[in-house]
């Protein structure tokens, strides 16, 4: 059964970028503007052993199937969220080469759904993040200061891939 990210459901944009529906999913959307190639940027976000480069918590993540990155493929990673150290397992559920890569958690203390979308622009790439996460026993989903910071680390997240991506920009001649 397809994802509602992956079907392309527009996620509701309250003012706050943020809702909990009645399952107790987080949601929300994020976006940034990177001056660098889209094939660079897509190609680094698709690189599980960079994530722990740009993700905040993040301590190690790796590939753990053989093969290309592509549908289906597993990766784990290692870290903190929200002061807890986790080890989840990611599957690839959607990679179109430099429009689109999503995958989900299969194993570890939150379920939870990503999907990046790429798009080129001026001088540059714009990414959009869309996640989806149930907490189940982590913390609560409708605890407003904890959702808060939740999304604070995404958006530092993306502050930090464009931090590193544009750290050897270089300009238009």
């Given at each position: 059964m397809s994802h509602p990210i992956e079907m392309g459901e527009r996620i509701p944009n309250w003012s706050s970028g943020i809702f909990v529906k009645e399952?107790?999913?987080i949601h929300f959307d994020?976006?940034?503007h990177i001056y660098r190639p889209l094939i660079q940027v897509f190609a680094f976000v698709s690189t599980p052993e960079?994530?722990?480069q740009w993700q905040y918590g993040t301590l190690s993540s790796a590939q753990?199937?053989?093969g290309e990155t592509g549908m289906g493929t597993l990766f784990r990673a290692i870290g903190h969220l929200l002061g807890r150290r986790i080890e989840t397992v990611y599957e690839v559920t959607v990679f179109e080469l430099n429009k689109r890569y999503g995958f989900k958690s299969?194993?570890?203390p939150v379920d939870s759904?990503?999907?990046y979308t790429f798009e080129l622009t001026e001088g540059g790439t714009r990414i959009n993040l869309a996640t989806e996460t149930n907490p189940r026993d982590l913390f609560k989903a409708n605890d407003a200061a904890v959702i808060k910071r939740f999304k604070k680390q995404y958006k530092e997240n993306l502050a930090l891939l464009k931090s590193i991506m544009e750290a050897h920009r270089i300009p238009k001649a």
């Amino acid at each position: 059964m397809s994802h509602p990210i992956e079907m392309g459901e527009r996620i509701p944009n309250w003012s706050s970028g943020i809702f909990v529906k009645e399952n107790k999913m987080i949601h929300f959307d994020l976006n940034t503007h990177i001056y660098r190639p889209l094939i660079q940027v897509f190609a680094f976000v698709s690189t599980p052993e960079n994530d722990f480069q740009w993700q905040y918590g993040t301590l190690s993540s790796a590939q753990i199937s053989r093969g290309e990155t592509g549908m289906g493929t597993l990766f784990r990673a290692i870290g903190h969220l929200l002061g807890r150290r986790i080890e989840t397992v990611y599957e690839v559920t959607v990679f179109e080469l430099n429009k689109r890569y999503g995958f989900k958690s299969v194993s570890g203390p939150v379920d939870s759904y990503t999907l990046y979308t790429f798009e080129l622009t001026e001088g540059g790439t714009r990414i959009n993040l869309a996640t989806e996460t149930n907490p189940r026993d982590l913390f609560k989903a409708n605890d407003a200061a904890v959702i808060k910071r939740f999304k604070k680390q995404y958006k530092e997240n993306l502050a930090l891939l464009k931090s590193i991506m544009e750290a050897h920009r270089i300009p238009k001649a």
